[in-house]
């Protein structure tokens, strides 16, 4: 399974952007997803997942309210819905499988895809 993040780029303080996670493997809408960051000089956070189904999410403390995440099985992507940006939400943000479809934690991911920058500028 081979996963892409996209979407990034350089937003102001308060504003929203949206990014995906494509993937090219058949069996995507039967794994659960979740999306990771790391910012400068930080460990990589977790930031939420999503549920094969889409039917259960679940969110980091420091994203909860902002953040939403979302999928279309049909065209294997999942989304993750930036609003109210901050400063401290500038990283590297990488989406992540895992095979077990009802997993939404942050732990035991299969296949890690490569990252798309988000710089979030006050």
């Known amino acids: 399974v081979q996963l892409q993040a996209c979407g990034g780029g350089l937003v102001q303080a308060g504003g929203s952007l949206r990014l995906s996670c494509t993937s090219s493997?058949?069996?995507?809408?039967?794994?659960?997803v979740g999306w990771f960051r790391q910012g400068p000089g930080k460990e990589r956070e977790f930031v939420g997942a999503?549920?094969?189904?889409?039917?259960?999410?679940n969110y980091a403390d420091s994203v909860k309210g902002r953040f939403t995440i979302s999928r279309d099985n049909g065209k294997n992507t999942v989304y993750l819905q930036m609003n109210s940006l901050k400063v401290e939400d500038t990283a590297v943000y990488s989406c992540?499988?895992?095979?077990?479809?009802?997993?939404?934690?942050?732990?035991?991911?299969?296949?890690w895809g490569q990252g798309t920058q988000l710089t979030v500028s006050s």
């Open positions: 999503i549920t094969a189904s889409g039917q259960t999410t």
């Open positions: 992540a499988a895992k095979t077990d479809p009802y997993g939404v934690g942050p732990i035991l991911y299969n296949y």
């Open positions: 493997g058949r069996a995507f809408s039967t794994y659960s």
